[in-house]
């Protein structure tokens, strides 16, 4: 009985020596697609250009700029602005931004952002405009929205999102979690007419570690995609992506389970597998009639450098979304 164990045992170390890979460990979540060129990216915002190929936004530099004709072999672009705008500086000593967000509207690109220090909420969104996309084209407006160390909410990581003709512009970070404002659809600015913030998303317990949000449609719901836990400590990160959903864009927004991402609900997206550490800085592109998931993670074969990650996003027959 022994002896048939052992060779049975062998017989069956053999044949998984034969099978694919894939086939004898199987990763909870798909590698994120192969690209080329700069990798190296924070919290990125992409966008298919009219004029053909893609353009990508990131933290870091003057807010980053990398370009691609085919959303594979990513090349630098140098920065959105030659310099920064003066009125940065009142929001930390460098001037730099954080965490863009790029849309086409009415003929133009809008280019979101948010300017701050690490650790406070004394804190701006900004906006510019582009005819083009392309980094060197924009013109910087000024503050959108600001936040102050009296205030509940953080005014970072700016999203925008059309519904029912009206332009929304969900935010925050950590401060009481998720917010979102109505904006004017010409000016881009907060609306006259209903300066209400609302509430979107939150946890239970301090430090209320969810941010950057990321809203869009698919069906008869929003689908609000965050990142949760920390960012931005290379390979101990443990950022996740969580997502919930709303009827309504104002939300309530809840996971699978009914349990409403305002109570700490949000179905597990993706998060850290293999070296694909602390994914997150998400947002969402179409292609083709294809979603996409763009994000950051930290390269644990390469200590822990920020790189650019891409999935396609699938939609499952019960209308939630996956990576793949």
């Known amino acids: 009985m022994t002896l048939r164990r052992t060779l049975t045992a062998v017989a069956t170390a053999a044949l998984m020596a034969l099978l694919p890979h894939a086939a004898q460990a199987a990763d909870p979540y798909p590698d994120p697609r192969r690209v080329t060129g700069l990798q190296i990216i924070h919290d990125p915002t992409v966008i298919r250009l009219g004029s053909g190929g893609y353009a990508a936004y990131s933290t870091g ?12 072999q990513w090349d630098d672009a140098g920065n959105a602005f030659a310099e920064p705008p003066s009125w940065w500086y009142e929001y930390n000593d460098t001037g ?22 690490w650790g406070t909420n004394h804190s701006a969104i900004g906006v510019a405009t582009s005819p083009s996309g392309l980094p060197g084209t924009w013109t910087d407006h000024g503050k959108v929205l600001t936040s102050e160390t009296t205030d509940t909410w953080n005014a970072i990581d700016p999203a925008l999102v059309e519904a029912d003709g009206r332009l929304w512009m969900s935010f925050g970070s950590y401060w009481s979690g998720i917010r979102m404002i109505e904006l004017d659809r010409r000016s881009g600015r907060p609306s006259a007419s209903d300066a209400t913030v609302r ?29 949760y836990d920390a960012c931005c400590a290379g390979v101990n990160s443990t950022y996740k992506i969580k997502v919930g959903r709303s009827t309504t864009i104002t939300g309530p927004y809840v996971d699978s389970t009914g349990k409403p991402m305002l109570e700490g609900g949000g179905d597990l997206l993706l998060e850290g597998h293999g070296r694909y550490v602390g994914t997150g800085g998400q947002s969402v592109f179409r292609d083709r ?17 920020p790189k650019l990650g891409l999935n396609r996003l699938v939609w499952t027959k019960n209308g939630w979304p996956q990576v793949s």
């Open 289 to 305: 009639g294809q979603d996409w998931l763009a994000y950051h993670y930290y390269d644990a074969r390469d200590e822990g450098t």
């Open 96 to 117: 730099d931004p954080w965490a863009p967000d790029i849309s086409y509207r009415a003929g133009r690109y809008w280019l979101y952002y948010a300017v701050s220090s």
């Open 61 to 72: 530099g003057v807010i980053g700029a990398r370009v691609s004709k085919d959303g594979k």
């Open 199 to 227: 509430h979107l998303a939150t946890r239970p317990d301090l430090p209320y570690a969810v941010e950057g949000p990321y809203i869009v449609r698919h069906g008869r719901h929003y689908y609000l995609f965050a990142s």
